[in-house]
């Protein structure tokens, strides 16, 4: 599975940003798809995940109430609704897939997009 992300860009703090990922080279109608982040001189850190029928879902505590996951089968798209966006949100984040359901751990995802950018301004 190639994913690709986008919606990345600048925006102040508080404000919203969505991004997306879109899946090709197969249908991922039964793969979980994932967020997760990489700050600058950190690790990369899960964010968000969606179980292949969208009804299971899980967050990271500290985007919980702030972010949304969610995924269009349809469209082969998973989407990352970022919302009071903080200082600390700065980061690329990279869109990943698993087959199976939606999980936490980074090592068990085996798909990966490049990252899109999300820097946070005062």
């Known amino acids: 599975v190639q994913l690709q992300a986008s919606g990345g860009g600048l925006v102040q703090a508080g404000g919203s940003l969505r991004l997306s990922c879109v899946a090709s080279?197969?249908?991922?109608?039964?793969?979980?798809l994932g967020w997760f982040r990489q700050a600058p001189g950190k690790e990369r850190e899960f964010v968000a995940a969606v179980g292949w029928s969208s009804y299971t879902t899980n967050y990271a505590d500290s985007v919980k109430g702030r972010f949304t996951i969610s995924r269009d089968n349809a469209k082969n798209t998973v989407y990352l609704q970022m919302n009071r966006i903080k200082l600390e949100d700065t980061a690329i984040y990279y869109c990943?897939?698993?087959?199976?359901?939606?999980?936490?751990?980074?090592?068990?995802?085996?798909?990966w997009g490049q990252g899109t950018l999300v820097t946070v301004s005062s």
């Open positions: 990943a897939a698993r087959y199976g359901s939606g999980t936490a751990y980074r090592s068990e995802y085996h798909d």
């Open positions: 080279g197969r249908t991922v109608s039964n793969y979980a």
